[in-house]
């Protein structure tokens, strides 16, 4: 079956650091693959989309990448801020009727 | 702002009794979708709607079932609501790359 999978933990890094959080998918070859963030008590928001034929895309201090051959997708947010607190979710599109989301990685910035 | 309303964002109801969570959305979208939120399970579909009276079930469609009599609303209702269907429900628009636009939640206890 298919299966999305997401560090569970959370992630805590400084401020002003790199932070890295990984996607990875099983038993599927996804046409493009979505991140979002979501905060306490709202709804997920739309942060980037990258395509199978991408390497790689960028967004501000924001970078996806998206490895097909290792069914693999890295978000990377550079210069962290507290701000950047909050649960990141991945979505790679599984050929169904609609996205299909992992259950994300919470991510904590300390100033 | 995707222009989408959910209602009611809170309600407790007991076993048994039918609920019906309404969205709403300003946008004229074809495609509206119905998920629920359950920790360590990430955002599940429930239902998606393609068009007015076109309708479709999704991975958790079992006890739900759904209405789309206007473009502009979409219909969840709980016929006999159970306590394993206490979550957090979230709508959602297809926009025009692709991306998700979720409304901000509508939070459901069964006792």
């Known amino acids: 079956s298919q299966k999305i999978e997401q560090n569970s933990e959370a992630l805590n890094i400084q401020e002003g650091k790199t932070a890295t959080l990984t996607c990875n998918y099983t038993n599927y070859s996804p046409a493009y693959l979505q991140w979002y963030r979501q905060d306490p008590g709202r709804g997920p928001v739309f942060l980037l989309l990258?395509?199978?034929?991408?390497k790689e895309k960028r967004k501000e201090r924001l970078k996806v990448t998206f490895d097909t051959t290792l069914k693999q997708s890295l978000f990377h947010i550079t210069a962290s801020q507290p701000a950047d607190s909050a649960t990141y979710l991945c979505?790679?599109?599984?050929?169904?009727?609609?996205?299909?989301f992992g259950s994300g990685t919470r991510l904590q910035v300390q100033p | 702002d995707a222009g989408i309303t959910q209602s009611p964002r809170h309600k407790v109801t007991e076993t048994g009794t039918p609920v019906t969570l309404r969205c709403h959305q300003t946008?004229?979208?074809?495609?509206m979708y119905w998920y629920r939120q359950d920790p360590g399970h990430g955002l599940r579909l429930i239902h998606y709607?393609?068009?007015?009276?076109?309708?479709d079930k999704g991975e958790v469609s079992d006890g739900y079932s759904v209405s789309r009599s206007k473009t502009e609303d979409f219909l969840l209702t709980l016929e006999s609501a159970t306590s394993s269907q206490t979550s957090v429900y979230f709508c959602?628009?297809?926009?025009?790359?692709?991306?998700?636009?979720f409304g901000e939640g509508s939070r459901l206890t069964v006792l």
């Open positions: 979505a790679p599109y599984m050929g169904r009727r609609a996205l299909t």
């Open positions: 946008e004229n979208h074809r495609y």
């Open positions: 709607s393609y068009g007015v009276k076109d309708t």
């Open positions: 990258i395509r199978e034929n991408e």
């Open positions: 959602a628009i297809t926009g025009q790359g692709g991306e998700l636009f």
